[in-house]
């Protein structure tokens, strides 16, 4: 794990038991599994970089960087179920950690959680709609390798092609051709102004590019 990984987890959990320290092992153990080609520690750093820059922005800053670091706790693109699994592992994370399940930071981080399973929210469909709810945050902060730089983006494709080698090129690409066709269709790729007006343009432009890589040739 990355210093700047374990400075952020420090700081989320310096007010909980030591209990914590049992997690960051399992936390360390997950995010550097073999198999994990783009959702590892290195995704986890880059994301904790845009919290950083937008945390002032927060209503629940620890809620939201719980939920970075449990979003992907759990990553087995073979299975439907991740996201549920992963909040049922922050349950026995605060249980361990004595968070109260009536606790505002509790019930944020399985909101969170919950909502970043759906990708997509209300000002994601809605033509100049702005969002402002820290869900919008934590999806954009997902979602920021979009606008990546096209060689950042494309190192990103590649990664994530790796995960899923279980698959043939002719089924992935048509399914991963699908879910970018789903961002090109709406009107917002991100919700929050800072976001879209740093990343939209480059996301689109990316985008449109892995599409007509994957589309067959005619």
Request: aromatic content about 12%.
């Amino acid at each position: 794990m990355t210093s700047k990984v374990l400075e952020a987890w420090e700081s989320v959990t310096s007010n909980l038991p030591d209990r914590s320290n049992d997690w960051w092992a399992k936390l360390s153990e997950k995010y550097e599994a073999d198999g994990r080609s783009y959702h590892n520690i290195d995704h986890l750093t880059e994301k904790l970089e845009h919290f950083e820059n937008v945390k002032r922005d927060l209503k629940n800053p620890s809620a939201v960087c719980l939920a970075i670091f449990f979003q992907y706790f759990y990553y087995d693109p073979k299975e439907v179920d991740c996201e549920e699994k992963n909040i049922e592992f922050f349950k026995q994370f605060a249980d361990e950690c004595n968070i109260p399940q009536e606790s505002p930071l509790h019930g944020e981080v399985v909101r969170l959680l919950r909502g970043a399973a759906t990708n997509s929210t209300e000002e994601h469909k809605t033509e100049g709609a702005h969002g402002t709810d820290d869900l919008h945050y934590l999806l954009d902060v997902d979602m920021a390798i979009l606008g990546a730089p096209e060689d950042r983006y494309s190192e990103y494709a590649r990664r994530v092609r790796q995960e899923y080698a279980f698959l043939s090129d002719s089924i992935y690409n048509q399914l991963r051709v699908k879910v970018l066709q789903n961002f090109l269709q709406i009107p917002n790729i991100f919700a929050t102004k800072i976001f879209r007006e740093k990343f939209e343009k480059q996301a689109r432009l990316n985008i449109q590019r892995e599409v007509d890589g994957l589309k067959p040739q005619n």
